[in-house]
């Protein structure tokens, strides 16, 4: 069984840093791209990174990019997101996503980074 | 950059079909990818490459995809299928290639 367990989330002052991880489990996480989506309260699904699965090739969205960096550690079956820099705008849900062509094959739960003082 | 239009909401009563659709620009010569969230819950893929179905996916999920428009269908409609819906497609057109979901639409069962 696929399993993605997202943690690291939490509150953070605006201007601060945070760093998500995504345990992988239940298949060759080396083997897919891994994706991370956010979802602010109430709000749609709005596309952030993207790693390769060998983690050669990163892609950002134009909200993110030079703030975060995404990253993954195949020995450990982990996928991190580092964000620094962060604006109240980036509060959200951040989903850890198995991608498999063009799409999220698989979805973590999800981990609540809120950007307050 | 490619924009994805849903209605905001649609409205059905159980046993009839629901149709949310998914517009975007010639959006009939990509694939499109549909998920279904409900209230507190994590995405979950229903329908990819504009009409295929994930494994345990009842059959009355459905989609189909021509010109300027994407359907999702969901035929004899339960109340369990009351949740968010977003569409989603990869664009190379724009120089900023990326991921595009809509809006997405709240499937609401009378």
């Known amino acids: 069984e696929v399993q993605l367990v997202e943690s690291g989330g939490g509150l953070v002052q605006p201007g601060g840093s945070l760093r998500l991880s995504c345990s992988a489990s239940g298949f060759t996480f080396s083997s897919y791209a891994m994706h991370w989506v956010r979802q602010a309260p109430g709000k749609g699904l709005e596309y952030v990174s993207a790693?390769?699965?060998?983690?050669?090739?990163?892609y950002y969205a134009d909200s993110v990019k030079g703030r975060f960096t995404i990253s993954r550690d195949n020995s450990k079956n982990t996928l991190y997101l580092q964000m620094s820099s962060l604006r109240a705008e980036d509060t959200a849900v951040y989903y850890c996503?198995?991608?498999?062509?063009?799409?999220?094959?698989?979805w973590g739960q999800g981990t609540l980074v809120t950007v307050s003082s | 950059s490619y924009v994805l239009t849903q209605p905001p909401s649609v409205s059905v009563a159980p046993g009839q079909t629901a149709r949310i659709t998914c517009g975007g620009n010639n959006i009939g010569s990509k694939s499109v990818h549909w998920y279904q969230q409900k209230p507190g819950q994590a995405p979950v893929l229903v329908v990819y490459d504009d009409s295929d179905r994930p494994s345990g996916i009842p059959e009355r999920f459905s989609g189909s995809n021509s010109g300027n428009t994407a359907t999702l269908t969901i035929s004899r409609v339960e109340a369990g299928d009351e949740a968010d819906y977003y569409c989603q497609v990869w664009d190379s057109s724009s120089d900023h290639p990326g991921w595009v979901f809509g809006g997405g639409t709240k499937l609401t069962v009378l």
């Open positions: 790693i390769s699965s060998n983690g050669g090739s990163t």
């Open positions: 996503v198995k991608w498999w062509g063009g799409y999220g094959a698989y």
